[in-house]
């Protein structure tokens, strides 16, 4: 077991799982750059000796596949499994209650060490003497991607109290003041948001420590949605298999496994502009306001190492924390939902935009026609638990004859197609949240959500082509097929809402007058309909990250009825518009000058 962050390195390194690039390399886009173009070879780890403008190296790419992550937690995955378990399901313990023993044990000796002061291995730096990585270049400057933000809830302070979690935090550009100031981003409903709204309250500043490296376990800790009762720091302990250790200096609690350690303080209503940010819904985050935190002091240990990720279009090494966290916590989600089989937030179309559900459907058992009815109740639970609250579209389905799995997107989709009744299992919730990040909406973290329920016997045979009445529309052209029941249709570039209305109007006219177009429920318009059609992913990220239910969705033939809103097709407007976040796009010149590192000779040329 790894005692840092270091000895997981050299490990990596030992067994194949990393390289060392010699080469000196610019933190302006290019680490970013060759992060990118190896991660997405499915490459090993990355360790940066010399970051230009830095003495620190950088380590990216750890969590790169889950089969490398799960080999740097080999020794504790298990057992950290088990624990979760138990937190999630506590009737298992208390029917086999000498089996779980060493779990119990295991969880004791995983709770936080205080120390009395800090290691001598510590000292003072500045944020400037930091490798200042700016990953994407309309970024508002250089960001940390993997940090551990800590805050103690002033109520009731104390590390058991704590909460840890992955904020994005800007340490230069716009107008913080280098060394001085920072940015911090995150959504009020956040444990550190809780933190802040008391201290507010208490009219006093908020005491914010920034843990940057230390074992990876603290880094996964950051981002696991752990049971009640279960502290990121007790978790961070046991998956580390080694307890996590701290001390106080001026108030602020720092790790003293940390590689690096920014303290500062949230003072009541101030604000700095934060942002742009390219994030991970493929599009950039654009600027804020949000809380400005003012550095007190910044602390590196010895032999510190700098870890990042990048983020962007899914999949990234972000997507491998997903299944990470999805493999620890299992069944969590059934002990939180009942009546809920599976969960499946989709990784191609941003995560929080779409979310594919298998639910139970007990209600109306002896009804001749079968319809969504506890399916509804399940939805309505996902779509107010934690981070599924973020969703837009939520297509939830009974299982019933046969085995089904939202993991199998195209299966599950044409499942939910075959059977959905458009009349009358479509449900909306209009002026509400959506993620912070998404800019789809009315404005930011507002928009709406849409529940497609189905249940109960197959309705029609989707298409597998382009239908024939979709050809020679007068304003929609390039039809292209994209799954069984789905076809999208090429349009003008978006102008107003009032021009989409007609546009979609006439479009309804168009094909009701050729006849019904039952094998085909779902016409997507875009801007770009061979893009669109080129893959899977490509449809699932363009259609989710570019429309708000309430405001982009439009039907063949639609109708009100009692307030309720039903189609005979539905259609989806997926093209950009003017309100939209711009797309990640990388730098063709930096793409260029990073080719040297994979020549003959270099540190990547075997990756070429």
Not at 444 to 469: H, I, Q, Y
Request: one cysteine or more; proline letters at 6%; a negative charge.
């Amino acid at each position: 077991m790894y005692q840092n962050l270091e000895e997981c390195i050299q490990d990596l390194e030992k067994s194949g799982q990393l390289i060392r690039i010699t080469e000196e390399v610019d933190p302006h886009l290019e680490m970013a750059a060759i992060h990118m173009k190896v991660f997405e070879a499915k490459g090993p780890a990355l360790f940066f000796e010399k970051v230009k403008g830095s003495s620190y190296p950088a380590v990216s790419n750890l969590f790169g596949t889950v089969e490398r992550s799960k080999y740097i937690f080999r020794k504790t995955w298990d057992k950290t499994q088990e624990i979760i378990g138990l937190r999630n399901d506590p009737m298992s313990a208390l029917k086999s209650p000498f089996k779980h023993v060493g779990s119990g044990v295991a969880a004791t000796k995983a709770l936080p060490m205080k120390k009395s002061s800090l290691p001598s291995t510590f000292k003072e730096i500045q944020i400037s003497d930091l490798p200042l990585i700016h990953h994407w270049p309309d970024d508002g400057g250089a960001f940390v991607t993997l940090p551990q933000v800590y805050s103690e809830d002033p109520e009731k302070p104390g590390i058991m109290n704590a909460n840890l979690g992955m904020y994005r935090i800007q340490l230069s550009g716009n107008e913080y003041e280098l060394n001085k100031e920072i940015g911090l981003h995150y959504q009020i409903h956040r444990g550190i948001g809780v933190h802040q709204a008391k201290a507010t309250k208490l009219g006093k500043p908020l005491k914010v420590s920034i843990f940057i490296g230390g074992h990876p376990s603290h880094t996964l800790s950051a981002v696991m949605p752990l049971p009640e009762g279960l502290s990121e720091m007790t978790f961070a302990g046991m998956l580390a298999g080694r307890r996590f250790r701290y001390s106080y200096e001026d108030g602020y609690c720092i790790s003293h496994d940390a590689d690096f350690v920014i303290t500062g303080e949230i003072h009541p209503g101030e604000t700095k502009p934060e942002g742009p940010f390219g994030d991970h819904l493929g599009y950039y985050s654009l600027t804020h306001e949000f809380p400005l935190m003012r550095v007190h002091k910044v602390y590196a240990k010895e032999n510190s190492v700098w870890p990042f990720t990048v983020v962007g279009r899914p999949p990234q090494e972000d997507t491998a924390f997903g299944d990470l966290i999805h493999e620890l916590t299992g069944d969590a989600v059934k002990q939180e939902i009942p009546g809920v089989k599976e969960v499946h937030a989709v990784d191609a179309a941003g995560v929080h935009p779409l979310l594919f559900a298998i639910g139970s459907e007990r209600y109306t058992p002896y009804q001749k026609v079968k319809q969504p009815a506890e399916l509804l109740t399940i939805a309505n639970r996902i779509l107010g638990t934690g981070q599924l609250s973020l969703a837009k579209f939520l297509f939830i389905a009974a299982e019933e004859d046969k085995p089904l799995t939202t993991h199998k997107e195209v299966e599950f989709l044409s499942y939910i197609l075959e059977r959905i009744d458009l009349h009358r299992d479509i449900h909306f919730q209009t002026n509400t949240t959506i993620d912070t990040l998404d800019y789809s909406g009315t404005g930011l973290n507002t928009g709406s959500k849409v529940v497609f329920a189905a249940c109960g016997d197959k309705k029609r045979d989707l298409c597998t082509s382009v239908p024939e009445e979709l050809h020679g529309l007068n304003g929609f052209e390039d039809a292209q097929f994209v799954m069984p029941g789905v076809v999208t249709l090429k349009a003008s570039n978006f102008k107003t809402y009032e021009d989409a209305q007609k546009e979609m109007d006439a479009l309804s006219t168009s094909i009701s007058n050729n006849g019904e177009l039952t094998n085909c429920p779902l016409l997507i318009v875009c801007d770009d309909s061979e893009f669109m059609s080129a893959s899977l992913s490509n449809f699932l990220w363009a259609t989710f990250t570019r429309s708000n239910p309430s405001h982009d969705m439009y039907g063949v033939n639609s109708y009100y009825q009692h307030k309720h809103w039903g189609c005979d097709n539905v259609i989806i407007d997926a093209r950009i518009k003017p309100h939209h976040a711009p797309p990640l796009l990388a730098d063709q010149s930096v793409e260029k000058k990073i080719e040297r590192l994979f020549e003959n000779g270099a540190s990547l040329s075997k990756m070429k």
